[in-house]
């Protein structure tokens, strides 16, 4: 996938109308796949994103994210007190997940010991915790697709909380 033309990604935004990849041509952007309503790491990820707001405008890039739960859950949750300045787009049947290789966490993800070092971690920061929710656990993951439309960063998540960082994603979009 590095270096190669990027998926499509069509989807609905939240809110209303749809937003396309290909409507982005001529810009660097960063696409990050979310885990379910549910997941800390990925608002972490999301507060990361808008800290670093700025940087993002001073690169000319646009940021996506891509969530597959209800809207209205992802709201309560997830998003819940974050005034998020960038586009949201909405995949239901996780098609988007798919052709972007992105798979589902299994035992292995839940049990390893990074996991419940990760979440100590968020606990001693008093991150807010979230209750799980029923459903697929699906993996995220975060992409550069540079002005020509290739990938030229890619992260699929092993574990749900092994997300890029924001220097390395901003230091892949300044090379975008």
Known sequence: MLG???????LPIVGGGRRSLA??????VMISFLGPAHCNFCRSHIIR??????????????????????????MAKMLSDLELPYTLLI??????????????????????PGMYAAMVKAVLRRDRLFKMSRGPVQLGGD??????????????????????????LLAALAAA
């Open 4 to 10: 190669s033309p990027a998926p499509s990604l069509e």
């Open 23 to 28: 409507d982005l041509r001529g810009r660097p």
């Open 49 to 74: 994103a808008i800290q670093h707001r700025d940087e993002f405008q001073q690169l000319g890039a646009d940021v996506i994210f891509v969530a597959y739960s209800d809207p209205q859950e992802l």
């Open 91 to 112: 995949d239901p049947a996780r098609e988007s997940y798919r052709r972007w290789g992105l798979g589902e966490a299994g035992l292995r993800e839940w049990f390893s």
């Open 143 to 168: 992409f550069v697709v540079d002005r020509r439309g290739n990938v030229s960063f890619v992260n699929r998540l092993k574990n749900f909380h092994d997300r890029a960082s924001m220097p390395d």
